[in-house]
């Protein structure tokens, strides 16, 4: 996993594909247990489709960064797509980390991605 920083931070906002940024720190010992499980989850995923990068809090070119997105405690993970806001979570779960993710791209058989919003208005057409 990509470790991501100051400006670099933004300029993965104009990438294509679903971004998850986990945002960690040295000293948290959540932030390192689950770690393993979180590149494990990635794996997973699509590359094309969704990416994961970890940011350091303690980084002081991350403070913009932190600030706007509004981080008051790690392990936080939030979900970007076109420089939006899409959702967040914060703790060390897993299983709330493929929720978020889950709940938000939907993946079909064929590994093709549908935004649940795109989902949600064409079931009403």
């Given at each position: 996993m990509?470790?991501?920083?100051?400006d670099?931070?933004?300029?993965?906002?104009?990438?294509?594909y679903?971004i998850l940024?986990?945002?960690t720190?040295?000293?948290c010992?959540?932030?390192?247990?689950?770690?393993p499980?979180?590149?494990?989850?990635?794996?997973?995923?699509d590359?094309?489709i969704i990416?994961?990068?970890?940011i350091?809090?303690?980084?002081?070119?991350?403070?913009e960064?932190c600030?706007?997105?509004?981080?008051?405690?790690?392990?936080t993970f939030?979900?970007?797509k076109?420089?939006?806001?899409?959702?967040?979570?914060q703790g060390?779960?897993?299983?709330?980390?493929?929720?978020?993710?889950?709940t938000?791209i939907?993946i079909?058989?064929?590994?093709?991605?549908?935004?649940?919003?795109?989902t949600?208005n064409?079931?009403?057409?």
């Amino acid at each position: 996993m990509d470790v991501l920083s100051g400006d670099d931070c933004f300029r993965k906002l104009d990438e294509p594909y679903y971004i998850l940024f986990y945002f960690t720190a040295s000293w948290c010992g959540p932030c390192q247990r689950i770690y393993p499980h979180l590149v494990e989850l990635m794996n997973t995923y699509d590359k094309n489709i969704i990416q994961c990068f970890k940011i350091d809090i303690d980084d002081d070119e991350n403070q913009e960064l932190c600030e706007k997105l509004k981080i008051k405690s790690v392990p936080t993970f939030i979900l970007l797509k076109d420089r939006n806001y899409i959702d967040q979570c914060q703790g060390a779960s897993i299983e709330n980390i493929q929720t978020l993710i889950d709940t938000n791209i939907f993946i079909n058989n064929q590994q093709e991605i549908i935004s649940k919003e795109y989902t949600d208005n064409n079931e009403n057409n």
